[in-house]
């Protein structure tokens, strides 16, 4: 009975050891991959010279601020911003960004951060249903009151002149509605989306109506990625398949930049091996660029996408580059 007693203690410290270095493990391992969501831009692997440029953090350090939203849709509106903004006589541009499906910008905090680094008041909500475009234009009109509000970090800050939008999946359909569709869509100069949801999903018998959109209602600068990963691309080669269907397949890509109209700036590109959730982060450096470029007259910035040889169209990060440069 005492060697099984001894056996038996054995047993136990031994299954206590490997609980534990089980429990390091996953401790270690969620730290690693929460620092490497944090820097993801550290690990982003830009190969571009100006991709590599906006793919790094700017050079401003960044606060962040909540203000609490009247209505359940939004529940919280964000501001992330250049922390040196109070001792500043100049104007900013504004980015106000769109949630994909169930997320809020929280989930993007380092997204949003990063466009802020680069001297941008970047604005959100916690909206995880984004696509009628509805609690952006809310947003927008929030923000717009706080450029107005001598109480506020904000007053006399935006350069109204200068506002961009931009989203993510669900958000990508929420930001053309919020453009095409919302009463203060004429407010934006220039737009993104990475992995809009594709029209596909906005027919009556698949998710429905407020899912659909119209990009031919569209009238500025306009850059649209997506992935090439089977999230994303899917396995349709036509617009209407029934199996195989991506959410941001390359027909959608193709369809929505033929259906703008030619007389607007638009490029297209599809990030290679990379997937529907790595959209908003891994794209952020070409993002970065354009709203850098349409927002605040960045010729360098500018270059990625337009004149005599455009960097995009020859990055072997990406493929099936359109330019349709009108400017």
């Not at 994303?232 to 259906?259: K, M």
């Not at 270059?303 to 330019?323: C, H």
Request: net charge negative; with cysteine.
């Amino acid at each position: 009975m005492h060697i099984i007693g001894k056996v038996a203690k054995v047993i136990i410290v031994t299954i206590i050891v490997i609980v534990v270095v089980i429990i390091a493990a996953i401790v270690i391992f969620l730290a690693v991959a929460g620092y490497r969501e944090s820097h993801y831009y550290n690990y982003a692997k830009p190969v571009g010279k100006i991709e590599k440029k906006y793919t790094a953090l700017g050079d401003k350090q960044v606060s962040y601020i909540k203000y609490d939203a009247a209505d359940k849709m939004s529940k919280e509106f964000k501001v992330w911003y250049p922390s040196d903004i109070d001792k500043s006589d100049k104007k900013y541009p504004l980015v106000i960004m769109v949630n994909g499906t169930g997320y809020t910008a929280s989930h993007y905090k380092e997204v949003f951060n990063h466009l802020a680094s680069w001297d941008f008041i970047v604005a959100g909500n916690e909206d995880g249903q984004t696509r009628t475009g509805a609690s952006t234009a809310e947003l927008l009109e929030f923000m717009l009151k706080l450029n107005e509000d001598s109480s506020s970090p904000f007053y006399g800050k935006i350069d109204t002149e200068n506002i961009g939008v931009g989203g993510h999946s669900q958000g990508g359909v929420g930001t053309i509605n919020a453009v095409t569709n919302q009463i203060n869509g004429n407010m934006y100069k220039a737009m993104w989306t990475a992995s809009a949801t594709s029209t596909y999903w906005g027919q009556d018998d698949v998710f429905g109506s407020e899912w659909s959109y119209d990009v031919s209602k569209i009238n500025i600068p306009y850059l649209m990625v997506a992935g090439t990963g089977y999230t994303d691309a899917g396995s349709a080669e036509d617009i209407n398949p029934h199996e195989g269907q991506g959410i941001c397949p390359l027909w959608s890509l193709t369809t929505n930049f033929d259906n703008i109209s030619n007389d607007v700036p638009k490029v297209m590109g599809r990030l290679k091996g990379r997937d529907h959730g790595d959209l908003c982060r891994f794209a952020d450096g070409y993002m970065t660029a354009w709203f850098m470029y349409w927002l605040k007259g960045d010729e360098e910035a500018g270059k990625a996408f337009f004149g005599e040889n455009p960097e995009m169209a020859t990055n072997s990060n990406w493929q099936d580059v359109r330019i349709n440069d009108v400017r």
